[in-house]
């Protein structure tokens, strides 16, 4: 019959996950190999802790003889709630078959609230994850022991950069993934400027416009193509071709005659 990682302890922060999860790193406390059985699912109690390793789905890694696809207790649980990095479930008032043995049984007649935590190992990019699942009641939460009460605990130090929360990474990479990209944020538009004629009519002449500037945005057609668009009118070629020569520059005019034979 497997045993818990930790019984009679409750989890005050993530330093008491991490210590607990070092501890099972180092051998000092077991790690579940396989999913609880019917008699270990009647025997968990308030202040039970589990650690266990998820299997990886990626083909590449070697097998862990423990880790485990998913973990199941055989209990049914409402909507999880966020907790710093944890995440709380509580036991639904159902009369699930694993509620009425628990209840048989005397073990408990309240409902039970789970704590889950779980990292990487090693960081992010390491596919090792680990969880930890520790049990305990609303009138029972203050009455375990801690990390501090426990000396072969307590002296244990984490090593930085050991464990990170895959809660809090699943997180940022969601909020990365769904960060539109610099040219897509609403000001951060790339614009061009390009000088044009204003041909709109005038009272001298039907033609003749002032210079000005015109401001293009770059935008996505509705097939995704790349298109620019400028928003003014070209002057009429019959409009340019009856325009007469400027006068040039004298010193213009010095250098090309100087080209002549």
Known sequence: MQQPTCRNTRIRNVHDAQVILHAVWLKRLPMLH???DDEERQALAPGDIYVWEERSNNP????????MQRFTDGRSWGPSKARDDFLVYREKDVPSRSSLMTR????????LIKQTYSAFVDGPANTRKWHLNAYYTQET????????DIPELRAIPVPRDKYHCARTSALRKAQRAARPSPSAEEGAAVHLSATYVDVSPSPTSPYLGKRGSATAS?????????ELSLECRLAPLEYLQSLSPG???PVDEQVLRSFRR
């Open 34 to 36: 396989r999913r609880l």
């Open 60 to 67: 590449m890694d070697a097998p862990s003889l423990e880790a």
């Open 104 to 111: 048989n049984n005397g073990l408990q007649s309240m409902q």
């Open 141 to 148: 939460a203050n009455s375990f022991k801690t990390i501090d």
């Open 218 to 226: 770059p935008g996505y057609s509705a097939d995704g193509r790349f």
């Open 247 to 249: 006068t040039r520059d």
